[in-house]
């Protein structure tokens, strides 16, 4: 399914038709402030944007492309400390998984903008470019890790739904988020706990905020968060579980055996952003963020009685039996700790009364160590120890850039012509430490059957560990043209070297056209591209995992490109991935109160990166870990995405208070278009691929104000999706229908300076249909939902300001 001309021409003709209505009727209402298309306004005024413009005096409603912008009280409205949550419940094309016991993803969760990959949107904190997490996730992608930002800690979140690599480099195939840190003065604390009404995934924070000027000339914002949460469990015990302790009612089986749920996490949050006048026109800047978490979540069970690769019985060791030490199987116990650090140091200033330019340094890291307990290494018998160190990933990132932006005054133009320019270098290295001997070693019981490395997730090998680096160069130019009051022309270009695979030049064409002072037509056409990372380039791993079928392990392997096994297999160096999007939109406002637009895009996407097809180890060829198939990255297969943005907001008087209501919707399809990897050649994993996401997602919400009391209420929609069971060898699928739910929360001022707010996620306690093919696993509802799948969430808020 495709999204029709017709539908498009029929929504933007039912907007128009909507606005016309509403202006003749503007001068009724014409004390009310117009609001953003997603939220309240700052000071009751639309806030100036930086993002996807270098202008100084843009605002939502003037841009050239689509800009949510999201404020305290709407980031606020959200029971998260989690950045990936918030954003999902505040934009329309924004989906984050769950993904319980799914390796280090349980704790990297992917989140896609526009049903595109993880790592095609790229990530702003004050504008400066944000690193990536060290995990490769979802079909190898790596993109930043959201969850490392303290969501106390952001002043407003703007996020452009556009192309912007011409603009920005890398990565902004989808789009840009920008995360604007607070920077206002004051102390503000807060304690938040909440709970599911299942009475598990107990969670407690704690955030506090101080900001204060210093010197003359200086100001400084510090923060920190502390939370922890327990975990959650959707489960029923496995059959075969139930089947062994009936055939063994001495012994007393753990019901369930495994969990599914979320992890249990901890973490802490610091940092500061700051600023100081030198003098009159020079200003210094900075920001820094360091967060460190720990995270354990279950594995799957492993049966005694069919785990033969675990508990088979050898005179490789005699009198050796597992059943000794596991006597009723196991869950290995999978845990990560990651520690987190950015930091940016600047100089800014005027070099006259048109010229501003501004000058910074940063520096990005992320390591994530992982562990594994309650396993074994069966290939090594009584020797094996039963708790691993796995090995450590690090990705760290450093970056020098350079932007000037000059206001040329042309006689013609209604405002000055804005010409932005600059360059950057890039370094970014990806290391990965191979964990302890006994985790990856293939042991003499191997010979015999027994299952080789740490059982649920390998060690990295000394043959996987390294430290792969990559250098990029880049100048830019952005234009942006006032040819008249209501014409608005932009154009940018950005050339780019990379040192690993040569050179890009990518370009974007937008314009915006007023239509009269309150509607506006908008649109652009850019081209652009998203490197491969040194870690998607030279690094292997391994993974296992459990057959829905047979409930056997299975061990695969995925190969760096320049692996002698993966060149004779067909594996190619890593390119690019190259996209061309194309948008058009209508914007509007009035006096009434009504806001909103509604834009179309088309994105090809060619070269795209995924993970190729899976191959039995050729016969003579060396297999030192074991692996059951082999894989590696390939970029051979292209896509078209089409979709529709479609953002409203209506703020009037009610009573004595005031009431606003927002609409998100977006729809939006991906198809295959070619290619010989497995996404394109594969009916199966073509059809995990085009439909694993709702083409649909919409949130509604009404948030009403009177005196002390604050009441919102919010219905989030997903539409139907596709969920696959992953096994080894004949994937099994399931169709999930749409899913509504019902979120409520009530605030109330105690004082000026203390309040207190209450809420309940998902009111209606609302699951979605059963996983069928996961039932053998004891998992009841999908691991790959794109909505959280723990029921009713309950929470309370109290927040004092000094």
Not at 417 to 426: C, D, K, P, S, Y
Not at 493 to 502: D, P, Q, T
Request: charged residues 20%; aromatic residues 10%.
């Amino acid at each position: 399914m495709t999204l029709s001309r017709t539908r498009i021409a029929q929504a933007v003709a039912l907007l128009c038709s909507l606005n016309a209505l509403l202006i003749p009727h503007a001068q009724a209402q014409n004390n009310l402030t117009t609001p953003s298309a997603t939220g309240n306004e700052e000071a009751g005024a639309q806030a100036v944007i930086v993002t996807g413009t270098r202008g100084s005096n843009r605002t939502q409603f003037d841009t050239m492309a689509p800009v949510d912008v999201f404020n305290r009280e709407d980031i606020r409205s959200v029971d998260s400390s989690d950045l990936n949550n918030v954003l999902a419940q505040l934009v329309p094309s924004y989906v984050v998984q769950r993904l319980p016991m799914a390796d280090g993803q349980v704790f990297v969760r992917p989140a896609t903008l526009r049903g595109l990959s993880p790592d095609q949107t790229l990530v702003l904190i004050n504008g400066k470019r944000f690193h990536r997490s060290a995990l490769l996730g979802s079909r190898g992608a790596q993109a930043a890790d959201l969850a490392q930002i303290p969501v106390s800690a952001i002043k407003r979140i703007e996020v452009l739904r556009d192309g912007a690599s011409a603009q920005y480099g890398s990565d902004a195939i989808a789009g840009v988020i920008n995360i604007i840190l607070d920077d206002t003065p004051g102390t503000e604390f807060s304690v938040r706990h909440s709970q599911y009404s299942e009475g598990d995934g107990k969670s407690n924070e704690v955030n506090l905020k101080t900001g204060f000027t210093f010197g003359d000339a200086g100001k400084a914002t510090i923060f920190g968060a502390l939370a922890k949460s327990d975990p959650t469990s959707r489960t029923r015990q496995r059959a075969d579980a139930i089947a062994f302790q009936a055939a063994h009612p001495e012994l007393n089986v753990p019901n369930p055996v495994q969990r599914w749920g979320q992890p249990e996490l901890e973490s802490k949050r610091i940092g500061f952003n700051a600023s100081m006048n030198l003098s009159d026109t020079i200003a210094l800047y900075s920001y820094g963020l360091y967060s460190s978490g720990d995270g354990t979540s279950d594995f799957n069970w492993r049966n005694p009685d069919t785990s033969t690769g675990a508990y088979k019985t050898s005179s490789v060791f005699p009198g050796w039996d597992l059943r000794r030490l596991y006597p009723v199987g196991f869950s290995p116990s999978y845990s990560n700790e990651q520690d987190d650090v950015q930091f940016v140091a600047g100089l800014r200033g005027q070099a006259s009364e048109r010229m501003n330019w501004d000058v910074s340094a940063s520096y990005g890291r992320n390591r994530i160590d992982y562990k594994l307990a309650n396993s074994i290494n069966a290939s090594m018998g009584p020797t094996s120890p039963t708790a691993f160190y796995l090995g450590r990933l690090s990705q760290e990132e450093k970056i020098l850039n350079a932007n000037v932006n000059y206001e040329l005054p042309v006689a013609s133009m209604a405002q000055p012509l804005n010409i932005a320019f600059g360059t950057e270098v890039r370094n970014e290295t990806y290391g990965v430490k191979a964990g302890e001997v006994a985790s990856y070693t293939v042991g003499p019981g191997a010979a015999i059957g027994l299952d080789a490395n740490s059982n649920g997730a390998p060690g990295f090998s000394d043959r996987q560990a390294g430290s792969w680096g990559q250098d990029s160069y880049a100048a830019y130019l952005d234009i942006e043209a006032p040819v008249s009051k209501a014409l608005n022309l932009g154009a940018a270009v950005r050339y780019e070297h990379f040192s690993e695979f040569g050179n890009t030049v990518n370009g974007k064409l937008s314009a915006r056209y007023a239509l009269n002072p309150d509607t506006a037509l908008r649109g652009s056409y850019s081209t652009g591209f998203r490197a491969p990372t040194p870690g998607q380039s030279n690094t292997n791993s391994t993974g296992q995992g459990l057959d829905t079928k047979t409930l056997l392990l299975f061990t695969s392997g995925r190969l760096a490109n320049n692996d002698p096994l993966a060149i004779l297999l067909g594996a190619q160096p890593l390119k690019p991935e190259k996209s061309q999007n194309l948008s058009l939109g209508l914007t509007w406002k009035n006096a009434l109160g009504f806001s909103g637009s509604v834009d179309v895009y088309n994105i090809k996407v060619t070269d795209r990166f995924s993970t190729s097809a899976s191959f039995a180890v050729p016969a003579g060829i060396a297999n030192p870990l074991r692996y059951t198939s082999v894989s590696y990255f390939t970029n051979d297969f292209d896509t078209t995405t089409r979709g529709i943005d479609i953002v409203g907001s209506h703020l009037s008087k009610l009573g004595n208070g005031k009431l606003n209501l927002t609409l998100a919707y977006n729809y939006n399809t991906t198809t295959v278009d070619s290619g010989q990897s497995s996404v394109a050649t594969n009916a199966a994993q073509r059809k995990v691929f085009e439909e694993r996401l709702p083409r649909q997602k919409a949130t509604i919400s009404g948030n009403y104000e009177s005196g002390n009391w604050d009441a919102l209420a919010r219905v989030r929609y997903y539409g139907a999706w596709t969920d696959n069971s992953g096994n080894a060898t004949g994937d099994i699928f399931q169709r999930f229908g749409g899913i509504q739910f019902l979120d409520i929360a009530l605030s109330y001022k105690l004082s000026q300076k203390q309040s207190i707010r209450a809420g309940i996620d998902n009111l209606l306690n609302k699951y979605p249909d059963e996983a069928s093919f996961q039932a053998s696993r004891g998992l009841i509802y999908s691991r790959n939902a794109p909505y959280d799948t723990d029921g009713r969430s309950l929470y309370v808020e109290y927040k004092v300001k000094f």
